[in-house]
């Protein structure tokens, strides 16, 4: 499809264990935003890409969280020790840069945590 | 800092009658404003924005005002329909940065 695509749609895991979220972006957007919305909160800003500038890494709230950009396209998100705040729906974004700020966001990954 | 504030978590208007959302910020050096609509189990989908050259943006149904002065921007849906009752969210940004969002309204549009 033309859309940013996200994968997987859900998944479970076990406290401790690390997870990979995957993010295909819209072909051609050089720009890439990394969302979380936990239960019955906004958008937390995690991390953003854009072209071949160094990610804006203010929003990640540990190191724990890393994120990854490989070609200018497909971004994985990697949480590593999972812990169980770190339970919510993670979005992925991209728009075209420049001067373009449109972000089109994907359906986004539900991470349960247990 | 919450740069960008939804301070009504939800909103309850009657079908036809007019939604009016609203938002605060308090960066001076954002220049580009969007607002957002999210379903549930679904990724937001963008609705109308405006340029900080610009004091209204009309499409369609969604209007879209920005007072710079008062740091204020609001969203008019007119008429309301019940398909429009989503989360709608607030966002701003600079050239080049990371688009900010707010907490969120939840508008629910009764028949």
């Known amino acids: 499809g033309a859309g940013v695509s996200q994968s997987p749609s859900n998944k479970v895991t076990e406290k401790g264990k690390d997870v990979e979220l995957r993010c295909d972006p819209i072909?051609?957007?050089?720009?890439l935003y990394w969302y979380r919305q936990s239960l019955g909160q906004g958008l937390e800003f995690l991390i953003y890409?854009?072209?071949?500038?160094?990610?804006?890494k203010s929003g990640l709230p540990s190191d724990r969280f890393s994120a990854e950009r490989t070609g200018g396209s497909v971004s994985t998100l990697t949480i590593q020790r999972t812990q169980q705040e770190d339970s919510a729906v993670y979005l992925c974004?991209?728009?075209?840069?420049?001067?373009?700020?449109?972000?089109?966001f994907g359906q986004g990954t539900r991470l349960t945590v247990v | 800092d919450q740069q960008v504030k939804q301070n009504s978590p939800s909103l309850s208007v009657q079908e036809g009658r007019i939604s009016i959302l609203n938002c605060d910020y308090t960066?001076?050096?954002?220049?580009?404003f969007l607002w957002y609509k999210k379903y549930p189990a679904e990724g937001p989908t963008f609705l109308i924005s405006?340029?900080?050259?610009?004091d209204k943006n009309e499409d369609g149904r969604f209007t879209v005002f920005l007072n710079k002065s008062a740091k204020h921007l609001s969203l008019h849906i007119v008429p309301s329909q019940p398909g429009d009752s989503a989360v709608y969210f607030c966002?701003?940004?600079?050239?080049?940065?990371?688009?900010?969002f707010g907490t969120g309204t939840r508008l629910l549009v009764s028949p």
């Open positions: 974004a991209s728009s075209l840069g420049g001067d373009s700020t449109e972000a089109f």
């Open positions: 072909s051609g957007h050089t720009a």
């Open positions: 890409f854009q072209g071949n500038s160094a990610p804006d």
């Open positions: 960066n001076s050096m954002f220049d580009y």
């Open positions: 405006i340029s900080s050259i610009k």
């Open positions: 966002a701003a940004t600079t050239w080049g940065a990371q688009l900010v």
